[in-house]
């Protein structure tokens, strides 16, 4: 059983910073990419940004140069780092990997619970 566990969101005032952290844990064979997404309220979720397993990162539009995603491939670890947060930034954030377990041929979506981030104007 493979589990993501978040951590990190808060209400933070605008032009502040937040970082998030997602930790994979249970019967994991390989990670393929890693990433995070946000859903505000009345909207989709959207895509802010992944990495993959080599490194190579993407980020959406709204959070370029702003936003920095890490991740740590022996700890089984994402990070998301947020500077100069906005209002707009305000969301609940899931963690999401691509993840094969040790007993599996297959690579599956998986999710965390959500964390709230909150940007105060």
């Known amino acids: 059983q493979v589990q993501l566990v978040e951590s990190g969101g808060d209400l933070v005032q605008a032009g502040g910073s937040l970082r998030l952290s997602c930790a994979a844990s249970?019967?994991?064979?390989?990670?393929?990419?890693m990433g995070w997404y946000r859903q505000a309220p009345g909207k989709q979720r959207e895509l802010v940004a992944e990495?993959?397993?080599?490194?190579?990162?993407n980020y959406a539009d709204s959070v370029k140069g702003r936003f920095t995603i890490s991740r740590d491939n022996a700890k089984n670890t994402v990070c998301l780092q947020m500077n100069s947060l906005k209002p707009e930034d305000t969301a609940v954030y899931y963690c999401?990997?691509?993840?094969?377990?040790?007993?599996?041929?297959?690579?599956?979506?998986?999710w965390g619970q959500g964390t709230q981030v909150t940007v105060s104007s």
């Open positions: 999401n990997a691509i993840i094969r377990g040790s007993n599996s041929r297959l690579f599956l979506t998986y």
């Open positions: 990495v993959t397993r080599g490194g190579s990162s």
């Open positions: 249970g019967s994991i064979g390989s990670i393929n990419s």
